[in-house]
């Protein structure tokens, strides 16, 4: 079906502000993960899902940041209380994981969030 | 941790010409090394991947080769194209575990037509 979908585009929040992040993976797809791009980087790692259990959040960089995938598909990111250094483009990935017993794990990025903190 | 660097960090070549962009990485259990093109405004699109059982992979203008002793792994696109220009990233990845990718700082590449 459709690749990884990600909304909104663009997100402005005033500093302090809480804002949501959502990403659809591509539909089976079993892992989840998350990156934060700042302007002129490679992206770097947040946190990966399998299904709804969330096995790895080495990345995220303060607990401002909150990720969940309660039903093992669509993921939301949370930051709270914004700062102007969470701007950047945040973008979601997904990968089927198993395939006849290999792991397949090509990862599948959406568009990205471009997250500007004034 | 595992580290990625990439050189280099821009690239003109002529319309024609090949392109080639370096990675090495510091993780010596790392059997999974994608390349990734993004354009403005998009995502990155997986362009070739390599495992590390293999040295060289190609697809069309496109070819990737793997240096597991030295760490290194490279990009080589010949017949550049106008629309071959844009940013590229090398990634490595375990696949195990987490299967997080760490990716290189990238490579911005302009075709000259």
Not at chain 1, 37 to 56: I, R, S
Not at chain 1, 76 to 92: G, M, P
Not at chain 2, 56 to 63: C, W
Not at chain 2, 80 to 107: H, M, N, R, W
């Amino acid at each position: 079906g459709a690749g990884v979908s990600q909304s909104p585009r663009y997100k402005v929040a005033k500093r302090g502000q809480d804002v949501a992040l959502r990403c659809d993976p591509i539909s089976g797809h079993v892992s989840l993960f998350w990156y934060q791009q700042a302007l002129g980087q490679g992206p770097e790692f947040l946190t990966y899902f399998q299904n709804e259990a969330q096995l790895d959040k080495s990345g995220l960089p303060s607990d401002r940041f909150f990720a969940e995938r309660p039903e093992g598909s669509v993921s939301t990111l949370k930051i709270q209380r914004t700062q102007q250094e969470d701007s950047a483009v945040y973008l979601c990935a997904s990968s089927l994981y198993l395939l006849a017993g290999r792991v397949k794990n090509i990862q599948y990025f959406g568009a990205g969030t471009r997250l500007s903190v004034l | 941790g595992e580290n990625v660097e990439q050189h280099p960090s821009t690239l003109s070549v002529q319309e024609g010409d090949s392109a080639v962009i370096k990675c090495t990485y510091s993780d010596s259990a790392s059997n999974y090394f994608p390349w990734y093109k993004q354009e403005l405004g998009k995502g990155p699109q997986l362009i070739i991947d390599i495992r590390s059982n293999v040295g060289e992979k190609k697809d069309q203008r496109i070819a990737v080769t793997l240096n597991k002793t030295a760490k290194h792994f490279s990009l080589h696109i010949t017949e550049t194209q106008p629309e071959d220009s844009a940013v590229y990233f090398c990634a490595a990845s375990l696949t195990s575990g987490t299967y997080k990718y760490i990716f290189g700082t990238g490579t911005r590449l302009k075709v000259l037509a």
